[in-house]
Nanobody, 127 residues
Framework: QAQLVESGGGLVQAGGSLRLSCAASGRSFSIYAMGWFRQAPGKEREFVAAISWNGGSTYYVDSVKGRFTISRDNAKNTVYLQMNSLKPEDTAIYSC????????????????????WGQGTQVTVSS
């Protein structure tokens, strides 16, 4: 059974960094775009970043541009989210997801285009 498992979350002070990982098992997601989403308490899930199936293009929500970097290693079936200059407003549960369609050349910000989701990892940024 296909599964996505996130890791790397934790508690960090404002200005600090964390690197999230999303490891896939049960099947290969190497031909699918991947995305990262987050959900803060009392808020809806929001798009953070996406990467095309081959890593050739990336897409970010404006609030994280210049601070977060999404990447992937298809040989390891793993997607990463490097988060620098973290702010308290970045506090949320971060989840990775796999696109429902293969070979998308531009990652999509629409959560409805993703059909595999991980359980999430908590990121807490203290001020």
């Amino acid at each position: 059974q296909a599964q996505l498992v996130e890791s790397g979350g934790g508690l960090v002070q404002a200005g600090g960094s964390l690197r999230l990982s999303c490891a896939a098992s049960g099947r290969s997601f190497s031909i699918y775009a991947m995305g990262w989403f987050r959900q803060a308490p009392g808020k809806e899930r929001e798009f953070v970043a996406a990467i095309s199936w081959n890593g050739g293009s990336t897409y970010y929500v404006d609030s994280v541009k210049g601070r977060f970097t999404i990447s992937r290693d298809n040989a390891k079936n793993t997607v990463y989210l490097q988060m620098n200059s973290l702010k308290p407003e970045d506090t949320a549960i971060y989840s990775c997801a796999a696109d429902r369609y293969p070979f998308r050349i531009v990652g999509t910000p629409s959560l409805y285009e993703y059909n595999y989701w991980g359980q999430g990892t908590q990121v807490t940024v203290s001020s």
